[in-house]
């Protein structure tokens, strides 16, 4: 896993903070492209219980989405979020693939290049990746961040940018560049644009991935996207996460990297690793503590401030992260595989993996089939040292865990009640549960089964 990050800056501008109920901000009052597709998310996406009517954003951000023409289809394509008034804090963890994207190589070096400067947006472009386009997919993705960082009010500088889509196919820039232009005019504060920036980042999800919450005396946005070509490292496809917390750069960096492997390199649909995966946090200290206008500063990372911090980004994480697997290509069933007693966090890890990658334990969960020996036997060849003898499995629903069945105690079969595992595996969402008797160290994993579903929207992605 990489890790870049960025030097906050003080403020650039004077921006009076918004609040959920204040009217929008926009910076500036007219709209030059029209943002098709934004239609009401509960009459127009399935799952309509997952996604936010209402939000508690953060100070000094604003952001937007629109229909530049890259999709066949029309809808939203490209996404702007920006903090035109304050130096950014920024940090983020790439694809380890060796054919990482332009816009991955493009974010690293402006992180690097603004390492005693400030950030301040990330545009994102959807329905094509711009990966494995050679020069020409370099000058582009350099293109869009240039542009944004031409449109924007100065002196903001420092555009990150992220693409996703098909692989192997070049930007129409025109339209993009348009679309930019748009962005820069028309966004805003207000829960309909934060909604369409989650919209804009969309390629086979079926519903906008967008959270936010009020965490003390800061708060946090952030949304992800993807439903295929997830598995750590990274996990996310693509994801962001906004706040007004202020934060050193070293805690912040820190932070990200803890909170990733909690969240989105514990998540997994189908054990492909995609070209372009990127999951950045940044943060712009516009946030207000008990009146003042000057938040508190979390820059020990030994402090109380900053473990809270962590644990706020882990958490927040984790939520966008689960999103992405209840929106699995085709997925019938949210899994989270819970295991414990392991000698170290590397371990348990691993071996929650490897259970959740087996196309044998998933396509049993789909069929609704109790089919423990494919479960114990991913155990056995996760590569983890183990004793058999203190192996235990158990299976529940998420919705009762107290209703759970001990399928394996200490290396043998154990309650097969078959009737009862029907009932459990009826369920849509469940969680398996693993004890390998060998330490104190535990770690989760999310994943979902393997239906017909996924196979027919991969067979005709491109089409």
Known sequence: MSTLLLRRTPPLLTLRPATKTATPRRIATTRRMSST????????YPRAHLIPTSGTYPRGWVAGGVATGVKKTGAKDLTLVASPAHGVTGAAVFTQNAFAAAPVVVSKAVLSQQHTSTLSALVVNSGCANACTGAQGLEDAWRMSRKVDAEMPPPAKGTLVMSTGVIGQHLSMPKIE????????GMGDAHEDWMAAAEGVMTTDTFPKLRSRAFGGYRMAGWSKGAGMIHPNMATMLSAIFTDAHITRECLDAATRYAADRSFNAISIDGDTSTNDTFAVLANAAAETDGSTTPTLISDLTSREYLAFRTHLTEFAAELAKLIVRDGEGATKFVEIHVTGATTFQDARTIASTIAT??????????????WGRIICAVGYSGVPIVPAAVNLHIAALANPANTLHLFKNGAPHDTDEAKAALILDEEDLKLTV????????????TCDFSHGYISINADYRS
């Not at 597709?37 to 127009?44: D, E, L, Q």
């Not at 087996?358 to 089919?371: C, F, R």
Request: proline residues 5%; charged residues 25%; hydrophobic residues 30%.
């Open 37 to 44: 597709g934004n239609i009401s998310p509960s009459s127009s």
């Open 178 to 185: 348009k679309g930019i232009e748009a962005l820069v005019n």
């Open 358 to 371: 087996s196309p044998l334990v998933k396509t049993a969960l789909y069929g609704k089939d109790a089919n």
């Open 435 to 446: 004890q390998v008797g060998r330490g104190d160290e535990e770690a989760k994993m999310y």
